[in-house]
């Protein structure tokens, strides 16, 4: 008997990378791509899959989402989320700390590495947090082990950690420059909040929540984190940026050589303070959601490349929780199952001009290969030799509408129910392996990405 040469081979798709889009394959063995295949090409292989009609992404890194393991689990827990990961074509997840208890100790990230892979479809790393009364964790902190520190500039319901004094944020990052770490920030002004909140009363309505989290809170904060960003030299990426000022300060910032870059949520390229009446608390959400000038300002930052990446900040809570008047319903929506269809479906909307390839070279760019670069997964993000074959089969030509039925997060609600979306994910394979196809699922088998085994590595390209 002839012995497969590849274990699984992808046939006649549209691969796609940030540069450019061609027409091939792939062949996979051990779970890496060994090879780009050009058209016509047939290795023998154990498995072939026919992409035919589709296109061939890789696969999609959210690098913000909240699992809620532990302590949390009534709101989401690993097995649904990864479900709804790889449904939606996301292979790698950067989980945040603001669980309970919250990880903000170095010693325990391999302990909630070790808690989560049981249940793990997609390859996963964490955030550290940090207290502002014991920043002396960090200088116990491995950069390889963690994907950045987390720092709350301001609080919520399960933010509880907030540091609010300069001067500690100043040791923050004192600490993050002797130890090489990365910060990462929920960027708003806890200060500036509570001086606008002063003498309002608690708020009864989205809208009214929103008007008592201003953008200068946010602008606050920004300005902050710019200004010691250059003075430490520690790189900074600034989390669900909102306003249309924040992205000329950081966009200006980094074309100066400041280290800082920025993430755009997939919810804050959808909604706008228009939707507020109609979706009531499900458009409930830290940062708030702001007018359509910010959110066309966001869509500059992507389409430019100004924005770094799009994330999901996937931070469910139960329905039972989400339907309580304001201002007890918390802030907080899923999203990872629906971070590409609401990518692609926004770009559909505001730029149809565009090829259907040109598009997918701007989900390539901030879904895939600007996560990968910002978080140093050099395994990840790109269809090239070398790289773990985390791919997705798209149709990019595929409308349909999102349905309760279709969410698998443990809320088992979306923000997005009865929207018709532009492109569906058909299968998702992570490392080579199919772990979604058309509504079925895998078992689990998620690794974690940010061990010391997973230091970067230097590739050759081949799909870019």
């Known amino acids: ?189 806890q200060n500036v909040l509570d001086a606008v909140q002063r003498d309002v009363p608690p708020p009864t309505s989205v809208a009214a929540y929103a008007d008592a989290h201003p953008r200068s809170a946010a602008l606050a904060a920004v300005a902050r984190i710019v200004e010691l960003a250059r003075r430490y030299g520690v790189p900074c990426h600034v989390l669900h940026v909102s306003s249309a000022q924040e992205v000329d300060v950081l966009a200006g910032a980094a074309a100066e050589g400041v280290p800082v870059t920025f993430e755009v949520t997939g919810h804050h390229l959808s909604l706008t303070s228009d939707d507020f009446e109609r979706l009531g608390t499900r458009a409930h959400i830290r940062p708030v959601v702001r007018a359509a000038a910010d959110r066309d300002r966001l869509w500059d930052a992507v389409l430019s490349g100004e924005a770094a990446s799009v994330g999901s900040d996937h931070a469910p809570h139960s329905a039972e929780e989400k339907a309580a008047p304001m201002p007890a319903a918390p802030p907080g929506m899923p999203g990872v199952q629906e971070l590409l269809p609401t990518v692609t479906t926004g770009l559909a909307r505001v730029r149809p001009e565009l090829s259907l390839d040109d598009r997918m070279r701007v989900v390539a760019r901030v879904l895939c290969a600007g996560p990968a670069r910002v978080f140093g997964l050099a395994r990840k993000g790109a269809i090239e030799p070398g790289r773990d074959a985390d791919v997705v089969l798209f149709d990019a030509r595929r409308k349909w509408t999102l349905a309760r039925d279709d969410v698998h997060a443990l809320c088992g609600w979306s923000t997005y129910e009865g929207a018709e979306m532009v492109g569906r994910v058909e299968t998702t394979l992570r490392r080579g392996e199919v772990v979604y196809d058309d509504g079925r699922f895998a078992a689990a088998g998620g690794r974690w990405v940010h061990a010391p085994a997973h230091a970067p590595e230097r590739r050759v390209a081949s799909v870019a």
């Open 1 to 189: 008997m002839t012995r497969a040469r590849y274990d699984v081979v992808v046939l006649d798709g549209r691969l796609v990378g940030e540069r450019r889009v061609v027409h091939g394959g792939i062949a996979i063995s051990d779970g890496a791509i060994v090879r780009v295949l050009e058209p016509g090409e047939r290795p023998h292989a154990t498995r072939v899959i026919d992409a035919r009609g589709l296109y061939v992404l890789p696969g999609v890194i959210d690098s913000h989402v909240h699992f809620r393991t532990p302590g949390l689990t009534h709101k989401e827990d690993w097995r649904h989320a990864s479900r709804a990961a790889v449904a939606g074509g996301v292979t790698t997840v950067l989980d945040m700390p603001n669980t309970s208890p919250p990880l903000r100790d170095p010693d325990d990230v391999g302990s909630k590495a070790a808690l989560v892979a049981p249940d793990a479809l997609v390859d996963f790393g964490f955030y550290l947090g940090v207290a502002p009364d014991r920043v002396d964790l960090l200088d116990g902190a491995d950069a390889r082990r963690i994907a950045a520190v987390k720092v709350f500039m301001a609080g919520h319901h399960t933010a509880h950690d907030v540091v609010r004094d300069p001067r500690d944020l100043e040791r923050i990052f004192a600490a993050a420059a002797r130890n090489g770490l990365r910060l990462a920030f929920h960027a708003e002004d």
